[in-house]
């Protein structure tokens, strides 16, 4: 376990004078959508990782662990790590110094492997809880801190929460010892009523319920106004199918959402009927006690939980406090990096007016800091302002020109204005400076087959496969690599192998199932095999009828099959369906 200790800091606790709570350390966080990320070393080398608390252990990807040249060995015999999306073996990788808060600890442990590169972060991995599960933790993310606090001397029932002032309302939980057989926060709620377990886990960037708590509350798949809402990834190779309901009450400590609004799916381990993660987090000052066996939170205002494109669809009982800029004085003056972390995390809620008020002042404060423009740029594409976007992505890119996260970004926004030249450039330098294991490479190929190059698609796929063998996006890499195979018109049995393998041992409600038998109905099609192209292509629409790409490239091919009236009214609809269906077709050449 890594242990922190530093010379305390008071923290007041007006209504506990007997009780002595001092901040060990201090680690500033960024959140990045709805992932937490904290900067640290490995032997020198600067890396992000993501806050996990409900991760046991901290763990390094497979191709981190590459790029940063460890020493990996095998894990202790019949070792296996149980998440979302299935079971890994890992192994396990010594790091000589690794540094995070400033301090150095030696031969720190690793394990190695999972799916952590769909963690999408330009994260090295995550820090799980043989690090938070040490000693107190308190989580404010919403202002861009998490605080390792010792507290001595305090009375079995003392209440805490330091940072509750006046009457303001707050909750507490009893959660279970924290032992290194057991290391996860875990708890007590209510779903319409009835007991559940959760587990506080902010590796999981939306809360998350089990299907089967869902069912004994009432709710399943087939009920009304239930949604589907895509696939959940984890730390396995696997994807949960999830949905959305509506439960009729959600209450944990003091706090209650009536008439919640909950995803659900899948399975999450014998222990936890729900994961509240980091949406909850954020929407929360959270202080887990260690010695109490509590945990204490008190709401900052927003939704309580994120459903994507749902921002602000369900409230808390208790009314939204003001955001932190509004109670800001002339006493409290913020740095730069602060002022960046809480417009992060603003931006993470959706609260853009918010974050880019604080972002803008944290360009104001630090001019030649890169980060700042490009987390400004980021926002501004989210509130759909790309000039604004591309004037920070330029201003980033000229403090850093090796920036290959505001490269991508700027390469994104040039696609969208039609500036392919430009992109082009953008992204061929990320080719150049990216290392060769960067998870960023899958992005990079989906750039390359945007700009009609499938064969420098192809190249980046093969080496994002190559290093990502566990990873749950590989079925989609090995999908795409098919899609630009046939595009290129070129190694079609590699091609149609590839399409193979994205299909095999997954069932048809597997994500992307019907796109990827659309992608092996135009490798038929290029081979000359129309029968079976459009074998395929029905295959894919009576899954997805609203596939206009399937739907046009089955016109294609029945035409060649001299069903010229059926292929120009398959054409014709799905020009109507998506008006640029037939767009990187005519660029290419393929007509009918």
Request: hydrophobic share 45%; net charge neutral; proline share 4%.
């Amino acid at each position: 376990m890594l242990f922190l200790t530093a010379a305390s800091t008071g923290l007041s606790v007006s209504a506990l004078a007997a009780c002595k709570m001092s901040k060990m350390a201090e680690l500033p966080v960024t959140m990045l959508g709805l992932r937490p990320l904290i900067e640290a070393k490995i032997n020198d080398k600067a890396v992000r990782f993501e806050v996990d608390s409900g991760a046991f252990y901290s763990m390094i990807s497979a191709a981190s662990a590459a790029e940063l040249e460890l020493k990996i060995k095998s894990a202790p015999y019949g070792m296996r790590v149980v998440g979302i999306g299935g079971v890994t073996k890992p192994s396990v990788a010594t790091v000589d110094v690794f540094t995070v808060a400033g301090f150095p600890v030696r031969n720190m442990q690793f394990l190695v492997g999972g799916s952590l590169g769909t963690l999408d972060s330009g994260s090295a991995g995550l820090l799980g809880q043989n690090i938070f599960g040490v000693t107190d933790v308190d989580y404010d993310f919403a202002n861009g801190k998490i605080r390792f606090i010792k507290s001595d001397e305090c009375p079995r029932g003392a209440m805490l929460a330091y940072w509750v002032v006046g009457g303001q309302a707050y909750s507490v939980v009893d959660i279970d010892p924290i032992s290194v057989y057991h290391p996860h926060i875990t708890g007590s709620a209510y779903l319409n009523g009835a007991k559940i377990a959760i587990t506080f886990d902010t590796g999981a960037s939306v809360s998350l319920l089990s299907l089967r708590a869902a069912e004994r509350a009432g709710i399943d798949p087939k009920s009304a106004g239930v949604v589907d809402a895509g696939a959940v990834r984890g730390i396995g190779s696997g994807f949960v199918k999830s949905y959305v309901g509506v439960f009729s009450s959600f209450k944990v400590g003091d706090e209650e959402v009536q008439h919640a609004k909950l995803r659900f799916g899948g399975t999450l381990g014998v222990e936890s009927d729900m994961l509240l993660g980091a949406d909850f987090f954020l929407s929360h000052h959270v202080y887990v006690a260690l010695n109490q066996h509590k945990l204490y939170f008190t709401y900052n205002g927003g939704p309580v939980f994120n459903l994507a494109a749902r921002p602000g669809v369900e409230k808390s009982a208790e009314s939204a406090q003001d955001h932190p800029a509004d109670a800001e004085t002339n006493a409290e003056i913020l740095q730069a990096d602060e002022y960046s972390r809480r417009g992060a995390a603003s931006a993470a809620r959706q609260d853009f007016d918010h974050a880019l008020a604080d972002l803008t002042r944290a360009c104001e404060l630090a001019p030649d800091n890169p980060e700042y423009f490009f987390e400004r740029g980021s926002v501004y594409v989210k509130n759909n302002k790309p000039e604004l976007a591309r004037k920070d992505f330029d201003r980033a890119l000229e403090l850093k020109p090796a920036y290959v996260l505001a490269l991508l970004s700027r390469a994104d926004v040039r696609v969208k204005g039609k500036d392919f030249a430009g992109a082009r450039m953008d992204v061929d330098a990320v080719d150049r400076f990216a290392a060769k294991q960067a998870d960023i490479r899958f992005e990079l190929a989906q750039d390359y087959i945007e700009l009609d190059l499938p064969a420098l698609a192809v190249a980046q796929f093969d080496s994002w496969i190559n290093f990502h063998k566990e990873d749950s996006k590989r079925r989609f890499a090995l999908a795409r690599r098919c899609w630009a195979r046939a595009l290129q018109n070129e190694d079609l049995d590699e091609a149609l192998s590839d399409c193979y393998g994205a299909l095999y041992a997954v069932s048809e409600k597997a994500p992307g199932y019907s796109d990827v038998l659309g992608y092996r109905g135009f490798v038929r099609y290029r081979m000359g095999r129309f029968d079976k192209s459009i074998a395929d292509y029905n295959d894919a629409l009576k899954l997805n009828p609203k596939a206009a790409l399937s739907l046009y490239s089955r016109g294609l091919a029945k035409i060649r099959v001299k069903k010229t009236a059926e292929g120009e009214a398959d054409m014709a609809q799905a020009l109507k369906m998506e008006p640029g269906v037939a767009d990187q077709f005519n660029r290419l050449g393929i007509k009918p």
